[in-house]
């Protein structure tokens, strides 16, 4: 029943590690987004898609890769993890009535 | 790009009382939503409204775009109504959203 769901909730790995975040909505939209709200609470884009083509690239380091495999899915693939890119990041999804939001990934590099 | 600012920054309040929360934005905008950020992190969406005012609930909104403004209204709050409250706005459906730092709303009992 979720519209927007992300997995895992939560992720604690060791510096220099790979690790994946999965998102999935059945809301049927076009377009989907990576967002990343840092320690202070402020969100800022990171990627979007719209019908599995990569829209935005908000100067992202390049270890960080999303995937889509099709429009109701953006994985997120982070290489080589550095301390600061523990944040939460979350998924969503748009109409032009408006965005929905996944419940977040909690992500913790040690 | 587009800015968004939001006031006041933190807001504690008793039980029951009313407050008003303000976000301004630098430009024109497509679309513009208010969300909730519950103490367990998710981002609740409460309103879109890119003109004019909605209520549902204790809560309602009203956006003035000509004059770059929207205010979002607690009445009665209670402490579920604890959290992060965020505005965030497009400038063109499906674009991205860009957000306000948000006001941080501490409700005593």
């Known amino acids: 029943d979720t519209a927007v769901s992300q997995t895992p909730k939560y992720l604690v790995t060791q510096m220099g590690n790979d690790k994946s975040i999965k998102c999935e909505q059945n809301l049927g939209h076009d377009t989907m987004y990576w967002y990343k709200q840092d320690s202070k609470k402020f969100l800022k884009i990171m990627f979007s898609?719209?019908?599995?083509?990569?829209?935005i690239n908000e100067t992202v380091p390049n270890r960080f890769s999303p995937k889509s495999p099709d429009k109701a899915h953006l994985n997120l693939h982070i290489n080589s993890l550095e301390l600061g890119d523990s944040a939460v990041y979350f998924c969503?999804?748009?109409?032009?009535?408006?965005?929905?939001f996944g419940s977040g990934t909690r992500l913790t590099v040690v | 790009g587009i800015q968004v600012e939001q006031s006041p920054p933190d807001l504690i309040l008793q039980e029951g009382a009313n407050s008003t929360l303000r976000c301004n934005f630098s430009?024109?905008?497509?679309?513009l939503q208010w969300f909730h950020q519950n103490p367990w992190g998710q981002l609740i969406n409460l309103f879109y409204?890119?003109?004019g005012t909605k209520q549902n609930g204790r809560l309602s909104a009203t956006t003035v775009a000509t004059e770059r403004y929207s205010l979002l209204y607690i009445s009665s709050s209670q402490t579920t109504d604890s959290g992060v409250y965020f505005c965030a706005v497009d400038q063109a459906a499906g674009n991205k959203l860009t957000f306000g730092g948000g006001t941080r709303v501490l409700v005593k009992p």
């Open positions: 898609y719209n019908n599995k083509e990569l829209i």
């Open positions: 430009d024109s905008v497509n679309n």
């Open positions: 409204i890119p003109s």
């Open positions: 969503a999804s748009s109409t032009r009535f408006g965005y929905t």
